[in-house]
């Protein structure tokens, strides 16, 4: 089965990030798919569970509308009101008589929400649902004038048909009077109850046991953050643990490229000292492709697709591309002899692997919620530019250098081997490296000391670009 309506993943961060910021504030809420017809409930409170009655295994296949709470005493207006704000996307405060799972009625001051995304685009609907039968009960004895008789004798028997019965026979004992609704005194002598005078059993434990989840005679739908979607062995869950390793470990792959590939190809030529460690890299990049073939994935309307022909064609028109060029096997090549890296400028070529980082902006998207997450990776990706900034600065001085005659003096570096007091030649790639990256940072953050400067043509038009790049 490709896909599940009303089951949402856990990693899918914008549903995530909602019912964490929710779920304290509004302890009896559903979240709803607005963009499935029927609108599903995806998400719903353990407090809506408890207030209504039903278990969230029949509550993950209703909509977010509640019909199962509806009643005798619900209002027909007030149910198109529901309906009319669903359909229209908009916001809607109301008073109304739901039912819980038992018959009780209760009066509920519903609060339905609709939640955009960054593209001002409805997605999810917030139904909150707060129990206000005290404060309506308290206003109904002062406004509501009624026989006290005929609503004592209808409490008793609610009382009786409603909480304690299960055959639901009404008393015939009592006497009606004339041109009394017994159903609507039957239903307020209840919400009487409810409202202070009943007085429930104590709780034993927090944690219940519902027992209609275990027997229900339909399937239950997996609990959100409690079950495994149902799928093949061989597909992977995208929320799963091994796969959440398995991103970090690509992720930290990622920065190795983004670091040892551009200073590879501006300062090591041959023999490189990275050689087993590129060649580890270039394998996990290739198994992360066939990984990418058996991952669940979230579609548009937010539902978990498992079916292994749908996820290989998401994956083959998302990053499929961009992770191909990553992984082609430069390394291996290089490693088996096949071609030579001062020939093939192979270290030009493998800088394709750096696509790759266009995956970090989604890390930067799921882990948008926590500062201290955020303000870290901004820091790695300013000094990644910074390092990379420094690369280009070193390979345009090393290429001046050897265009021009021996006697030519002119440039940052030549102005390094001068302030060490040695020839040119001798300038290790560790200072050279080190110098390059102090000036960069100190374009970038708008600093410049002026200790390290640019003297020629090409050194200028390169500082102005870094100042520009720092400014923004």
């Known amino acids: 089965m490709p896909a599940r309506k009303g089951l949402l993943a856990p990693q899918n961060t914008f549903l995530d990030t909602i019912a964490t910021r ?73 008073e109304v008589i739901f039912y819980k799972k038992n018959g009780t009625p209760f009066w509920c001051l519903l609060d339905i929400v609709p939640i955009k995304n960054e593209k001002r685009e409805v997605v999810l609907f917030l139904a909150s649902h707060k129990d206000v039968t005290t404060a309506k009960m308290s206003e109904m004895s002062m406004s509501d004038e009624c026989d006290s008789a005929a609503l004592l004798g209808a409490r008793f028997r609610s009382a009786e048909t409603s909480l304690l019965a299960d055959d639901g026979a009404e008393d015939d004992s009592l006497e009606i009077p004339p041109g009394v609704n017994m159903g609507r005194r039957r239903s307020r002598a209840v919400l009487y109850q409810l409202s202070g005078h009943y007085k429930p059993e104590k709780m034993k434990t927090k944690i219940k046991l519902n027992s209609n989840l275990l027997h229900s005679s339909e399937a239950p739908l997996p609990e959100y953050k409690t079950q495994a979607l149902k799928k093949s062995r061989f597909i992977l869950s995208h929320y799963g643990m091994f796969k959440g390793c398995w991103d970090w470990m690509i992720l930290v792959a990622t920065f190795y490229v983004a670091i040892a590939v551009p200073y590879n190809a501006a300062f090591v030529k041959t023999d490189r000292l990275t050689m087993v460690s590129d060649v580890v890299v270039e394998a996990l990049f290739i198994v992360d492709i066939l990984v990418n073939f058996r991952t669940t994935y979230v579609s548009r309307k937010g539902e978990v697709v498992s079916d292994s022909k749908s996820i290989a064609l998401n994956y083959l028109r998302s990053w499929f591309i961009v992770d191909l060029l990553a992984a082609l096997p430069f390394d291996h090549l290089y490693a088996s002899n096949v071609i030579s890296g001062e020939e093939s400028h192979i270290h030009l070529v493998k800088l394709t692997r750096l696509l790759r980082l266009a995956r970090l902006l989604q890390k930067m998207d799921r882990y948008s919620q926590y500062t201290a997450m955020i303000l870290t990776l901004l820091m790695l990706c300013f000094s990644l530019v910074a390092h990379w900034l420094a690369c280009v600065w070193f390979v345009i001085a090393e290429k001046e250098r050897l265009i021009n005659d021996a006697d030519w003096d002119i440039g940052w570096i030549h102005t390094l081997a001068e302030r060490l007091k040695i020839p040119v030649s001798n300038v290790t790639h560790g200072e050279a490296y080190i110098t390059a990256l102090y000036f960069t940072f100190t374009s970038l953050t708008s600093v410049g000391f002026g200790n390290v400067s640019a003297t020629t043509l090409s050194e200028k038009i390169f500082s102005i670009i870094m100042m520009l790049i720092g400014g923004k």
Do not use: W
């Open 22 to 94: 929710f779920d304290g504030t509004h302890s009896n809420f559903v979240l709803g798919n607005a963009q499935v017809n029927g609108y599903p409930i995806v998400y719903c409170s353990d407090g809506f569970v408890e207030l209504s009655g039903f278990s969230r295994a029949q509550i993950m296949q209703k909509g977010c509308a509640c019909r199962f709470l509806y009643g005798p005493e619900t209002k027909d207006e007030h149910k198109g009101m529901i309906e009319t704000s669903l359909d229209g996307k908009s916001e809607l405060k109301l």
